[in-house]
Structures are given as C-alpha cells and as structure tokens.
C-alpha cells in the first residue's frame, strides 16, 4: 500500500488535488480535531458501506496515528480498490508538521 505524509498531502491538496479524505476514526475523534474536508466512516462501518465509495477514486485513508487507517487500506485493497493510499503518522503527525493549531490528544 501506498504512504503519503502529511507534508505530501498538504502540498497536494494545495495544488488543488482532490483525493477523498476517509477519516476511519470515531465520531467523539473527528468531533476534536480533522483535516478540513475529509469525510467520515468509522473502520467498524466500513464493510458495511463499501457501496458508498468510489473503487476508481482515489481514497486517502486517514486516523489518529496510521495504523487504523492502514487496515482500512487493506481491506479495500483487497476488496478491488486500487488507488487506496495511507496517511503515515495520521492526524497526530499532521498536527505536528503541516498545522500546529490543530488540537491534539
């Protein structure tokens, strides 16, 4: 599976790429802090709701810390997803290098 950092991801969507941001996080996380514009599906929720997303978009998958978000990525590999890509460091290292204003926890 692909990996982007935080930095990579900010300059992209600089650029005006337009990925789908998928925060796998729980509702009271997003709730405390998120990348502006991404979207969320918890990662229970996710087989369940496979039929929202789009297998030919290309799909950021994001969570606290990138571990959650990299089993998601997995999963929709395996499910036919091809351009399925991991937020390394998830939220916590994109707070740290692209918007220290961000709340942490």
């Not at 509702?27 to 369940?48: A, K, V, Y």
């Not at 978000?69 to 036919?80: I, K, N, P, Y």
Request: with cysteine; charged share 20%.
């Amino acid at each position: 599976m692909q990996q982007i950092t935080p930095t990579q991801l900010a300059q992209e969507l600089e650029a005006g790429d337009k990925p789908l941001l998928l925060d796998v996080r729980e509702p009271w996380e997003f709730d405390h802090c998120r990348i502006e514009g991404s979207q969320l599906m918890p990662m229970q929720t996710i087989p369940l709701r496979l039929g929202e997303l789009d297998p030919d978009m290309r799909i950021v998958c994001i969570c606290h810390h990138g571990a959650r978000s990299m089993q998601v990525g997995l999963f929709l590999e395996s499910r036919g997803f091809a351009n399925v890509v991991n937020l390394s460091g998830g939220v916590a290292a994109w707070a740290r290098s692209v918007d220290p204003a961000m709340p942490t926890y």
